[in-house]
């Protein structure tokens, strides 16, 4: 058994597996200017953001609003994705 609460697919301790590819771009300006309420994040940008920390990295730098940006192009051991299950909300 994991040491957390298993997650929606009842699998434990995923967190820190990998930094996770998400679809924003970045912009570090982005945000001083952006809607407070669910911002879409920036159109355009050379950099992806990626998200969680992972297997290397030290334990306070591990949790799900940690943020990163890389090169789309950019291939590492600690890089990956997600599975994504759609859910229907009534």
């Known amino acids: ?53 992972a297997w290397n990295d030290v334990p306070r730098d591990v949790r799900v609003s940690d943020r990163n940006w890389n090169d789309p192009d950019d291939r590492y051991l600690y890089f990956g994705c997600r599975c994504l299950r759609e859910v229907d909300v009534p």
């Open 1 to 53: 058994m994991g040491k957390k609460r298993a997650n929606g697919f009842g699998l434990y301790d995923t967190l820190g597996n990998v930094w996770e590819w998400v679809s924003d771009r970045n912009d570090k300006k982005y945000y001083q200017n952006s809607p407070e309420v669910d911002p879409a994040g920036p159109a355009g940008g050379d950099d992806r953001v990626l998200r969680g920390g």
